[in-house]
């Protein structure tokens, strides 16, 4: 049950650590943060407040938004497969296994499917994938051409299967699904309406943003009620099953909203993030 003005307030109060989504939440649909979401960053920084990020984008895409907001302390990229910080000092990391690259490749060459590994840094392809550079969820990635995958199988936090054909994908799923989902954890869905590509994620199993947020908030010796989150879309579920304070954006999925704390009622385009460091910051100077 969503909490009441009164009691969200009373809330935050106890915050320490404040911890947002990226894309449609931190930034607005431009890839832009605002100037005043930006202030208020700082400000609560000056009540003692942590403020980092979590998304399912790599390391490097994210590592110039957490430089230009000076933020201090580790981050949660790869939806939870790497925590690290601007200066190099890795909280947590987690990779897939060799054997099931290769599986990985057998299953793209066997179903005429495009295929990609991801590292902290950069997107890996072949000439014949090169469709994975034009992907719009991605913006913002390195890329790098390489004449096949042999050398690049270290240190990959993702495997991008992506096809024209809904069915093919699917099917590639549950072959990945099952026998190995003690192992691998593969998520699909459908692109973009106009592009007609369908994306499978294949991850490591068993990590996710939930379990990078236990990592993070035991570093910092935080409670689960001195933890905030936010964010607009399927996967920052995993943020709110964490259990801390769980905040959603009004443009959020209405399933995020549905088990919110509380919905802010600003949109990503807005400056919902700020809105809500606005109330967290006037909350904790009412306090003191």
Not at 72 to 96: H, Q
Not at 129 to 155: F, M, S
Not at 169 to 186: E, G, N
Request: hydrophobic share 40%; proline share 1%.
């Amino acid at each position: 049950m969503a909490l009441t003005l009164n009691e969200f307030k009373n809330r935050l109060k106890k915050i320490k650590l404040v911890v947002t989504d990226v894309d449609g939440t931190l930034t607005d649909d431009h890839e832009k943060i605002g100037d005043w979401t930006r202030s208020l960053i700082k400000k609560i920084r000056e009540k003692d407040v942590a403020f980092t990020i979590a998304t399912q984008k790599i390391f490097s895409s994210v590592r110039d938004i957490a430089g230009d907001l000076e933020i201090n302390v580790p981050f949660i990229s790869a939806n939870g497969r790497y925590i690290c910080d601007l200066k190099s000092f890795i909280l947590s990391e987690s990779y897939i296994k060799r054997r099931y690259m290769e599986k990985a490749l057998k299953y793209a060459m066997q179903y005429n499917a495009r295929i990609a590994f991801c590292n902290n840094y950069e997107v890996i392809y072949t000439k014949e994938n090169a469709i994975v550079t034009t992907l719009p969820h991605r913006l913002g990635t390195n890329y790098r051409l390489v004449e096949n995958y042999h050398d690049y199988q270290d240190k990959i936090v993702e495997i991008m299967f992506i096809g024209f054909e809904r069915k093919v994908i699917k099917y590639i799923q549950r072959r990945i699904t099952f026998p190995f989902m003690w192992f691998l954890s593969a998520n699909y869905f459908r692109i973009s309406s106009r592009s007609g590509l369908y994306n499978l994620d294949v991850r490591e199993a068993r990590v996710d943003k939930c379990s990078a947020m236990k990592i993070l908030a035991g570093y910092f010796k935080f409670k689960k009620n001195e933890v905030a989150v936010l964010g607009d879309w399927y996967n920052d579920m995993d943020l709110f099953r964490f259990g801390g304070l769980n905040i959603a954006l009004k443009n959020a999925v209405p399933r995020l909203r549905y088990i919110a704390d509380y919905v802010i009622d600003k949109t990503n385009n807005e400056e919902g993030v700020g809105e809500f460091l606005n109330m967290l910051y006037d909350a904790k100077d009412s306090s003191n």
